[in-house]
């Protein structure tokens, strides 16, 4: 599963992660750094659970844990309508 920003939606790298606004609504989102790491790593391509694999290698969580957190993130982007998916 890919995904892509919607056209209208601008992003913001902030020093604690990134901001989306939703240009037709003019609704910001907030992305912590480890959200900000998902939505990068989903825009370029990767697969939900080779970054789950790779948080549960890095942050010293379970599979189940980290998978549980990126698919929270996902679903949050695309319940905003701030993604599609290619």
């Given at each position: 599963m890919k995904l892509q920003l919607r056209a209208?939606?601008?992003?913001t790298a902030t020093e604690?992660?990134?901001v989306l606004l939703d240009?037709?609504?003019g609704r910001y989102w907030q992305l912590n750094p480890?959200?900000?790491?998902?939505?990068?790593d989903l825009l370029a391509g990767r697969?939900?659970?080779q970054i789950a694999a790779d948080f549960a290698t890095t942050y010293d969580l379970t599979?189940?844990?980290?998978?549980c957190d990126?698919?929270?993130i996902t679903d949050q982007l695309q319940a905003a309508t701030l993604t599609?998916?290619?």
């Open positions: 209208d939606v601008a992003t604690h992660g990134t240009e037709r609504t480890t959200g900000t790491r998902v939505l990068h697969d939900p659970e599979l189940d844990k980290a998978r990126v698919t929270t599609v998916r290619t």
